[in-house]
């Protein structure tokens, strides 16, 4: 969270607020696609599996999530959400439920993951593990207040 609270607050120090480009987020069960709202462009498309980190800023109105782009490279994308980021997060935080849910249900009923992860978890308990943590951070925004999501 530490590394993301600072991506967060770099952006938003380097980026006057008037410099700030209004965007859509469309959160889809594979996606996460940013359209220009001016230009109607889209700016990015970002795969939910690749998401690595998401969360919500020092302020309730600042998002940001850190994707894998490459080999050891990642990528932050912030955002100033109006009233509150969190049906923003709540959004992507389900897409993300859904894809685990997805990735459960591909796989081979007969064929359990036994590959020892070093502290007596499977492969499978550990991959469960770290996701319930990244989830389980979410918890408190359970009932956000109602507003629409419009994105710097």
Known sequence: METLNEAINKVFDMTPADQWMPVRIEVAVSTVTVTSV????????????????????PDI???????????NKFQCHVFC???????????????????????????????FLTTDCGDGKTWGCALKSGVQSLFSRFTVFKNPPEATVSAV
């Open 38 to 57: 001016r230009t109607k462009e889209v700016i990015t498309e970002n795969r939910i599996r690749f998401l690595s980190f998401l969360g919500i800023g």
């Open 61 to 71: 109105r600042q998002f940001g999530y850190i994707m894998c782009v490459g080999k």
């Open 81 to 111: 959400c109006e009233h509150s980021a969190g049906g923003l997060a709540k959004a992507i935080e389900a897409a993300c439920k859904l894809r685990y849910q997805k990735c459960l249900d591909a796989r081979p009923k007969n064929n």
